[in-house]
């Protein structure tokens, strides 16, 4: 069974940055495109980011565009999402899921992932 886990969650200030992390430890992610979201309580969840499984194609919600950067790290089986300039709304729980895609792309946050991981509190407070 894949399993997800995150972590590099934790308390920031408005305007730092952090990095999260996905990873499966014992199965490869190499033919699966990974997604990010966040729920904020009380709130729906929402699509962040997305990459395929090649690395090379990206996409972003329209409320991080510019900020976040969603990375993959082939060799370390590892997806990043590095948030810059960090505000108070982005305070959610975060999750990766992952998606089989071999080498297509499927752009879409409304797809039904094949896994998921648990999820990291991602906190942006002064």
């Known amino acids: 069974q894949l399993q997800l886990v995150e972590s590099g969650g934790g308390l920031v200030q408005p305007g730092d940055s952090l990095r999260l992390s996905c990873t499966t430890p014992g199965f490869s992610l190499v033919d699966f495109s990974v997604a990010w979201f966040r729920q904020a309580p009380g709130k729906e969840r929402e699509g962040v980011s997305f990459?395929?499984?090649?690395?090379?194609?990206?996409m972003y919600s329209d409320s991080v565009k510019g900020r976040f950067t969603t990375s993959r790290d082939i060799a370390k089986n590892t997806v990043y999402l590095q948030m810059g300039s960090l505000k108070p709304e982005d305070t959610a729980v975060y999750s990766c899921?992952?998606?089989?895609?071999?080498?297509?792309?499927?752009?879409?946050?409304?797809?039904?992932?094949?896994?998921w991981g648990q999820g990291i509190q991602v906190t942006v407070s002064s």
């Open positions: 899921a992952a998606l089989y895609s071999g080498s297509g792309w499927y752009p879409n946050f409304r797809e039904t992932f094949d896994y």
């Open positions: 990459i395929n499984s090649a690395g090379d194609r990206t």
